[in-house]
């Protein structure tokens, strides 16, 4: 998930769902959200600055 307070159902249940249907679940956010526990991961930042940081670093350098 991505800068959510994930507060606001049904859509907040969407990262456990995930999780429980073999999805590797990383939540990117300024704090811990209530579906940080579902997360396998917790990256706290700037969702601008950390998914162009992840995406580089998983597939290369991105173009434009």
């Not at 811990?32 to 917790?42: G, I």
């Not at 990256?43 to 580089?56: R, S, V």
């Amino acid at each position: 998930s991505v800068g959510t307070a994930a507060e606001v159902f049904p859509a907040a249940q969407l990262p456990g769902i995930a999780r429980q249907h073999g999805a590797y679940v990383v939540e990117v956010n300024i704090e811990r959200s209530a579906a940080a526990d579902a997360a396998h991961e917790v990256l706290l930042g700037k969702a601008g600055e950390i998914l162009p940081a992840l995406a580089t670093s998983l597939q290369g350098p991105m173009s434009g």
